[in-house]
């Protein structure tokens, strides 16, 4: 009898403890998805294809080839000058360039130098960009000679001008014009470049999405 009673609550032990673990392991799993869903609410991965942002950022040759950085963009910032964002080129398709110049402002390009006029300013200024290697930046391209007159090209209101920091190759606002404001997915944010590297190993390897998967994006 002494025996019948041990075994049964050996029995019980080891269901509650079964349990514990169980319940532990839902709470982990709930608290993970709710850490996606709301980090999805802010933020969006973005996969670079092509060559416009070298190299500043690595693209792959096509969104199905290995290569690529892997960045995060903040869906809900307002870009400011210097911000890398994405933008919406049609209903479908995105680009990632830099911001540059913004409504108001008068953008010329001189032999590969970005000059600004800022809003409420006379002079245009030139602008240092570190980000922009000599060797992406031919000086005698017509697209690095844009608008290189005393007017410069004006940005209206509501609008912003992109760049690619591969000023050779990049087609932006020197050949498209200037983008709407509305258009804009996201800006880049600074930890996500900070440790593209490791974002962009753990995306090609063990990556996992989540919200997408539960069809919550």
């Known amino acids: 009898m002494l025996r019948e009673v041990n075994a049964s609550l050996y029995s019980e032990n080891r269901k509650s403890k ?25 933020y ?11 190299p500043t950022l690595n693209g792959a040759e096509s969104e199905d080839s290995p290569g690529g950085d892997y960045v995060y963009v903040n869906k809900h910032s307002k870009p400011d000058y210097g911000d890398i964002v994405v933008v919406f080129r049609n209903s479908d398709t995105t680009i990632i360039k830099r911001a540059v110049a913004f409504g108001g402002d008068y953008v010329r390009i001189d032999r590969g130098q970005l000059q600004i006029k800022y809003s409420g300013t006379d002079e245009f200024v030139d602008v240092e960009e570190n980000y922009v290697a000599s060797e992406n930046n031919t000086p005698d391209l017509p697209k690095n000679n844009f608008h290189n007159d005393e007017n410069g090209y004006y940005v ?21 014009g200037s983008f709407k404001m509305t258009n804009l997915y996201g800006v880049v944010v600074n930890w996500s470049m900070k440790n593209k590297s490791f974002i962009s ?12 998967f539960f069809g919550l994006r």
């Open 44 to 54: 969006s991965g973005i996969y670079v294809v092509g060559s416009s942002m070298y």
């Open 18 to 42: 079964l349990n514990i673990l169980l319940n532990v392991i839902i709470a982990v799993i709930a608290v993970v998805l709710v850490a996606e869903i709301m980090f999805a609410i802010n």
């Open 201 to 212: 190993s753990v995306h090609e390897y063990f990556y996992f999405d989540i919200p997408r």
């Open 156 to 176: 209206e209101e509501g609008y912003f001008f992109l760049l690619g920091d591969n000023r050779d190759v990049s087609e932006d606002s020197r050949s498209r």
